[in-house]
Structures are given as structure tokens and as C-alpha cells.
């Protein structure tokens, strides 16, 4: 159960739009208020908030989170209440009456069991329902670790295996389904377990790092200072230090438990939190918010420490005095407007991965990042934009955003250099999402997009034309569970984390440099991935264990607010939303312009992506309209603008004020063996018979014979006229048949004669 609430308190300075923040909690709150309540538990197995009566377990869905959401309830006996959970299939439910004893509820039949320790010289520190196949509850105890499978048949719990050794106290995430369990003097000796679907697997042992804060003096690690997270779906450990006032990284392997590396603080009270794979660092004491993207080769924060900021809190509630009031009613909800006005109060307990509940009020918010604030707090285009297209919750925005962040650094024309980066950012980003599928996903849950983020020029549709012809590759969404809140007597961790929609949580080799998520994995907290003899170097901080085949994938695939989309941008978006309306907006010499849109299709080159056809014609249409004739020819004859029908028409449309440029656009148009269109250009230019002869060559029989007839006539000349007739006549069978054979055959008679005359 989570801490009482504490008188202090800091009151949020309720601003408007100009109130600066990366992230923000939104109003309202989901409350949790039941009379009676005894406190609030967190059943993060099956996303669950819990609030316990004398007589009755109320519970309400955090996922998706709605601050309306209606509370389901069942009836339990009296009695206390330490921990509480439902199973993962919800067929039952565990509470810890105390320190010797778990009850179970059957509520399908109504029946209880109870489960209790065997000696009184140990005592239960906790419990969590696992999707193990081997067993479907874990007992943690001072004496080790009991995992249990539930027998229909007695209808009770059957021993499976222990896992005996002193634990001081333990901490779960049952996204990462590891356990770490905490021994020693210091309880910086850990022992950890993954128990998932795919079996269950021992980590080695290992400590974690401790300063010495005087020489006779060694402090003792506390269950608050450690937290399990999953970020891209890599499992991480965080360990606070507050002698060196660090928080130390550290990896998981199958074979080994690596230090990643440490990241400054500045509060002695520390909370973590993960958004959308974004670490969110909170100095309460400080009362701000720091910001880590792990997957970025820097340490350094995203940003600089700001405030959490409320929104959607009425301005009217919070000015409203009540000193004046007579009304009982209008008092109570000033009193609870003030309460949910407090930002990091005392009762602030954080649920990883991106909860806050105040217990003493009995609400529960969630925590979003403004990308909008975060896009514009750099000058780092490349870094943001970066940044941006790893964004999965809220992509369709990250993706409009990247949109107008690189349409506004061509306008202001930035160095060419600094755009060539961002471009090669969004060109990478969108060919690992065609590689991996991604992008295809987000293409079949992407909505009609929401109205465009403030200064904003740009359409708010970013579904084009080659988007609807494509059809979307499935993903099955399953629902997963995970642990509950434990009383803070059990000494237990108050961060509990939800598990990503999209990510795979596993464990891998130390040496095995594949990825967890879609990219190489070459990126951590340091600049590189730890490789094998790194490894060897870190053994104090890491000891290792006979190295495992294969790495052990944990899947959790649960449905958070919405299935993930990519913001990755293709070659038609950056099109239709960057280069047509900067296009229109930009004047004076075209090199700058041209210079961005070649280092674009040289990006596009390298990736081997395909280029839309229009930004050929748009290069085209920029050099001709200066009358850069030569350096067109130059850009066709490298093969810097790809061969394609549309830049063919665009290539003899601008040739018609010079005859090169024309030439190359005839030329390609036969490269492409567009027989049809190259003959009738060839008539409509006058060069009929040649045109007759590529026919002939090429089997060409689509051209209607009046054509090259009437351009036979026009020339007056009765000598082609005639070779056009012969020619028809000799190739085309039952031609001498037709309207054109007998009009053109009289025709070259009058020629004749007028020219015997």
C-alpha cells in the first residue's frame, strides 16, 4: 500500500501557454475516492489501481487511461490487508494478510485457500503472478523464493521449486518479468530471475557500486533507490547514489550485468519514469524534470531541468476564495481543486512507467511529453529531428513536426550541411521502418490526423497517394499483466513499469551485438555497445556466468492507448509537405534549393529508396526556369535525376527553348522503351518518316496512321506523302480498305496534278 500524505506541499503555478515544460500531467485526475478506503495498491499485472474497503476491492483500468473511468468491484472478507493482486487471467485473487499468510479467492466459485510460511523464522516479503509456464505464482520470503503452480484438483497451490538465500528485499517489473533479489550487509549483492513465457533464466550475481561516505561508515542500499526499467526494449537497472549524488546504469545480459555508466543528480529524492522510451530523471527536491533519450550516443539530457506542469486545470477553481464561502459543497471542491494543484508533493508515489498517484488524495495522473516544447528548446535540427522519429505514441504529431522543422531550415536557408544531416536523419529513420515493418503498421492504424501543431504551415494530411496503395502488415495485440503495489512495511520499491506497446523485452549474450529494438544495437548510456572484453574489464561491477546460446525473448506485446505508428516520412511526404511549398515560397537564385533536393536523392540513393517522380520534375523545372541548361544536361547524363516518364514530358516541355534539353528528354523516353510516346513526339516535331522507321523497328502499332498522313501533308511534299501511303499500305493489313487511304490517295493525286499543271 502506498505512504500517507505529508502537510508539505508545493502549490503549482498554474500558467498558460506560457508556462515552460517538457512534460506535463493532464487534468483531471482519475480519482480513486471510495469511503472507507483503507489505501491504494497498484496491480501493475493487470494495469490495475486498487482500493481496498473493509468488506470490498474496488479496481479501475489505468490502460487506456481515462480519467472517467468506472470502478468494477469484488467482495473479500475482513481483515488486513498488505498486498493485493489479481491473477494474470483474472480468475483469482491474492491478498497478504500478513507477514506468515496469503489468501486466495476463487471468483468464479467463491472458495478460498491460504498459503503460509512453513517456519516461523522466516516471513513473506511479497508475491506476483507470473506467465512462466513452469509456475503461475512467485512467493518471495527472507529464505529465497517459492514459485507455485495452482492444482484444479486439491485447489491449492503446489510447490514447484524453491530458490533458498538470505533476501533482504526484492524489487519486480513484471514488463521486464526480473526479479532482483537484494542480500548482504549493504544489500548491494543482487541475485536476479527472469521468469517469462519462455522459461526461466538465472542471472549472475552481481553488486552494484556504493560510494563510502566516510571511512568507518557504509550505507545500506534501500529498495526506493533501485528501479528496473525497459526503454526500446532493453532491460535497464538504476541504482541511486546519493554519496556521489550519481545514478548509475546498469545493463542485463544472459551472461553478465554490465554498468552502462552514471548520470548526475542533484536532489537526495530521486523518482523515474518512462514515457514513450524516453527516461524522465524527477529531482523532487529540486522540483524539476530531466530528460534522457538512452538511445542517443550522448548522456547529455534532451533538454534542460524544467518544471512538471498541470494543464487543463480551471483557472477559475484556482482563484475562487474561499475564506467567503458559506456553501459546504462549493468548500469541498475548492479544498480537492487545491489538492490536485500539488506537483511533487509527499504523497507523490511514481509508478514506472508513467504514472503518479497521490495517495493521501487518492488520485492518479499520467505523464506526457510535450513534443512541441522539446523540438523547439534545440538548435540541434539533426538531434531533434533524431529524437522525433523514434517518438511512438504520439507519431502522427512527431511526424508533423519533423515536417515543419525541416521545411522552415530550408527557408531560412540554413548551411547546406547542417540540412544534409537532418535529411539523412528522416531518409535512415524511413528506411528502418520499411525494413523492420513499421512503417507499413502505422500506415493501417494511422487516423485521419489531427489538426497541425501551432505555426504550422502545412497541410494536416500526411497520407499521400503512394500511403493508400500499400497494404498494411498486421500485428496481433495481446493483453499482458504485471505486478501489484506492495505495502511500503514490505520495504519494496514504489516504481512499477507498464510495458511497451511495441517493444520485445530479452535478455542477450554480452558479446551478441544484435539489436533489442530495430536498430544495430551500438548505442547505450557510453558511446558504444559493451563488447565482450569490456566485459572482462567491469568483472568487479559484473560477475560472469556461462554465456547462453541464444538470447531469451520475453514478449510483451500489451495494448497501451493506441497502437504505435511510425513518424518516419517518405520520399512522397517530404514531396508534397517540404519541397513543392518551399518551392513556392522561395525566390532569387535556385542553387541553394537545388543543393538540398540533390543531397536528398543522394540520401534516398544510399538507402536504396525510390524517389518520387515529381522531385525529378521539380529539379527540371528550377534549372530550366534560370535556363542552367548545361548543368541540367550534366544532372541527366550522371543519372543524378533517375530516368522516368514524368521527367521525360518535364525534360521536353522545358526543351522547348532549347534543343539539347529537348533532345534529352526524347533520348530518355526511348531509354525507357516508351515507344508510343517517343513516335508521336517525333511526328509532332515534324520528324515523321523517322518516325515511320522506329515504328517498323519497334513493332509500334498504337500510333493512328492520320497522324503521320497529316504530317505528310503539311510538309507538301507529294514524294513523303507517298512513301507514308506505301508504307501503311505494305504493314497494316486492309489499310487500302480505310477512310485515310482513299482521303489521302485523292489528296496525292491533286498534288500531283497541280504539280503536272
Not at 534545440?378 to 513536426?401: I, Y
Not at 493501417?444 to 504551415?457: I, L, R, W
Not at 496481433?476 to 523485452?505: C, Y
Request: overall charge negative.
Amino acid at each position: 500500500m502506498f505512504g500517507k500524505a505529508s502537510s508539505s506541499q508545493l502549490s503549482v503555478s498554474l500558467g498558460g501557454s506560457g508556462a515552460l515544460s517538457h512534460v506535463y500531467i493532464q487534468h483531471p485526475p482519475l480519482r480513486c475516492s471510495i469511503p472507507g478506503s483503507k489505501g491504494l495498491f497498484y496491480d501493475d499485472g493487470n494495469k490495475l489501481i486498487l482500493s481496498v474497503t473493509s468488506d470490498q476491492v474496488f479496481s479501475w483500468k489505468t490502460v487506456p487511461f481515462a480519467s472517467d473511468a468506472a470502478p468494477t468491484s469484488d467482495s473479500i472478507s475482513e481483515g488486513p490487508v498488505l498486498s493485493i493482486r489479481y491473477s494474470l487471467d483474472s480468475k483469482f485473487l491474492a491478498i497478504q494478510r500478513s507477514n506468515h499468510e496469503i489468501q486466495f479467492w476463487d471468483r468464479e466459485t467463491g472458495e478460498t485457500f491460504g498459503q503460509t510460511c512453513r517456519s516461523e523464522t522466516e516471513s513473506i516479503l511479497g508475491f506476483f503472478w507470473t506467465d512462466c509456464p513452469k509456475c503461475d505464482i512467485v512467493i518471495v520470503k527472507t529464505s529465497g523464493m517459492e514459485l507455485f503452480s495452482y492444482d484444479p484438483e486439491s485447489k491449492s497451490l503446489h510447490l514447484v521449486e524453491t530458490k533458498r538465500m538470505n533476501v533482504s528485499w526484492y524489487v519486480y517489473t513484471h514488463e521486464s518479468r526480473l526479479i532482483l533479489l537484494a542480500s548482504g550487509m549493504q544489500c548491494k549483492s543482487f541475485t536476479g530471475f527472469q521468469l517469462s513465457s519462455a522459461g526461466i533464466i538465472r542471472l549472475p550475481k552481481f553488486e552494484m557500486a556504493m560510494a563510502k561516505s566516510e571511512a568507518n561508515n557504509k550505507p545500506v542500499l534501500a529498495a526506493e533507490d533501485v528501479h528496473i526499467i525497459t526503454v526500446y526494449g532493453r532491460i535497464y537497472c538504476l541504482q541511486v547514489d546519493r554519496v556521489v549524488m550519481l545514478l548509475h546504469s546498469y545493463r542485463f545480459y544472459r551472461d553478465a550485468v554490465v554498468q552502462q555508466g552514471s548520470l548526475p543528480i542533484y536532489s537526495n529524492k530521486i523518482a523515474i519514469s518512462v514515457v514513450d522510451n524516453v527516461l524522465l530523471v524527477h529531482q523532487v527536491d529540486a522540483k524539476v524534470v530531466i530528460l534522457y533519450d538512452i538511445f542517443a550516443d550522448s548522456r547529455a539530457p534532451i533538454s534542460a531541468p524544467l518544471p512538471l506542469l498541470l494543464r487543463g486545470f480551471p483557472k477559475a477553481s484556482s482563484s475562487s476564495s474561499r475564506t467567503g464561502s458559506k456553501d459546504t459543497d462549493s468548500s469541498e471542491a475548492n479544498d480537492m481543486s487545491d489538492h490536485e494543484t500539488i506537483i511533487y508533493g509527499d504523497n507523490w508515489i511514481f509508478l514506472v512507467p508513467d504514472l503518479i498517484c497521490d495517495v493521501g488524495n487518492r488520485l492518479l495522473w499520467k505523464i506526457h511529453l510535450d513534443l512541441e516544447a522539446i523540438s523547439a528548446s534545440s538548435s540541434e535540427v539533426p538531434s531533434v529531428l533524431d529524437f522525433l522519429q523514434r517518438r511512438k505514441l504520439e507519431a502522427n504529431k512527431a511526424k508533423q513536426l519533423c515536417l515543419v522543422v525541416v521545411r522552415t531550415v530550408i527557408l531560412e536557408r540554413r548551411p547546406v550541411s547542417m540540412v544534409t544531416r537532418a535529411i539523412d536523419v528522416l531518409v535512415t529513420s524511413y528506411s528502418n521502418s520499411i525494413k523492420t515493418g513499421s512503417y507499413f503498421k502505422g500506415i493501417k492504424s494511422e487516423k485521419p490526423p489531427t489538426p497541425s501543431v501551432s505555426n504550422m504551415n502545412i497541410s494536416t494530411s500526411v497520407v499521400d497517394e503512394s500511403i493508400r496503395r500499400e497494404d498494411a502488415l498486421g500485428k496481433s495485440i495481446k493483453h499482458g499483466s504485471a505486478s501489484g503495489v506492495e505495502n511500503e512495511s514490505l520495504n519494496r520499491s514504489p516504481d512499477f513499469p507498464v510495458s511497451d506497446p511495441e517493444e520485445n523485452v530479452r535478455l542477450e549474450n554480452s558479446n551478441d551485438h544484435h539489436s533489442l529494438g530495430t536498430k544495430a544495437d551500438t548505442e547505450n548510456f557510453t558511446a558504444g555497445e559493451t563488447s565482450q572484453s569490456e566485459v572482462q574489464k567491469l568483472s568487479s561491477q559484473s560477475q560472469l556466468v556461462g554465456p547462453s546460446n541464444s538470447p531469451l525473448n520475453a514478449s510483451i506485446s500489451e495494448n497501451q492507448e493506441s497502437q504505435a505508428i511510425s513518424a518516419s516520412i517518405s520520399p512522397d511526404e517530404m514531396y508534397s509537405f517540404v519541397f513543392a511549398s518551399v518551392e513556392e515560397e522561395m525566390a532569387g537564385d535556385p542553387a541553394y534549393f537545388v543543393a538540398i533536393v540533390v543531397e536528398f536523392l543522394r540520401s534516398c540513393n544510399v538507402e536504396r529508396i525510390k524517389v518520387h517522380p515529381n522531385i525529378y520534375v521539380l529539379t527540371i523545372q528550377l534549372l530550366a526556369r534560370h535556363e542552367r541548361y548545361a548543368e541540367l544536361g550534366l544532372f541527366i547524363i550522371n543519372k543524378i535525376l533517375e530516368p522516368s516518364k514524368e521527367a521525360a514530358l518535364q525534360l521536353l516541355e522545358s526543351g522547348r527553348q532549347n534543343i539539347q534539353t529537348r533532345k534529352l528528354g526524347l533520348d530518355m523516353l526511348r531509354q525507357l522503351s516508351l515507344h508510343h510516346d517517343y513516335v508521336l513526339l517525333l511526328v509532332q516535331d515534324g520528324y515523321y518518316l523517322e518516325a515511320l522507321r522506329y515504328a517498323r523497328k519497334n513493332k509500334v502499332t498504337t500510333v493512328r496512321p492520320s497522324l503521320f498522313l497529316e504530317a505528310a501533308f503539311v510538309s507538301a511534299d507529294p514524294q513523303h506523302l507517298a512513301a507514308v501511303l506505301r508504307f501503311f499500305s505494305d504493314f497494316i493489313p486492309g489499310f487500302k480498305n480505310t477512310a485515310d487511304h482513299t482521303t489521302y490517295c485523292r489528296i496525292l493525286n491533286e498534288m500531283n496534278s497541280s504539280i503536272t499543271a
